[in-house]
């Protein structure tokens, strides 16, 4: 069985910067993508960010050149850096992992969920 546990979410004023992390634990043989959503209220959940393997990112239009993925592999950890954050960031971010087991099964994971709210 595969976890994924975030973190880093808060509230911050109009034009900070937050940190969200994504641990992914259990019976993992390899990762092979790791995203990040959101979903705001009302709103369906939208890709904010993902990175593959081989290090390849993509990013939503609305966060290019405000955020940044990146994983450390020896952690199985994939961090959100964002930066310039606007009151439109406000959502619930979700980090998703796509791999294998240990028993070469394909997992696609999810994890519970953090805040991040932009507000003076």
């Known amino acids: 069985q595969v976890q994924l546990v975030e973190s880093g979410g808060g509230l911050v004023q109009p034009g900070g910067s937050l940190r969200l992390s994504c641990t992914v634990s259990?019976?993992?043989?390899?990762?092979?993508?790791m995203t990040w959503y959101r979903q705001a209220p009302g709103k369906q959940r939208e890709l904010v960010a993902g990175i593959i393997s081989g290090g390849t990112t993509n990013y939503a239009d609305s966060v290019k050149g405000r955020f940044t993925i990146s994983r450390d592999n020896t952690k199985n950890t994939v961090y959100l850096q964002m930066n310039s954050l606007k009151p439109e960031d406000t959502a619930v971010y979700y980090c998703?992992?796509?791999?294998?087991?240990?028993?070469?099964?394909?997992?696609?994971?999810w994890g519970q969920g953090t805040q991040v709210a932009v507000s003076s």
């Open positions: 998703n992992a796509v791999g294998r087991d240990l028993s070469r099964n394909v997992f696609d994971s």
């Open positions: 259990g019976s993992i043989f390899s990762i092979n993508a």
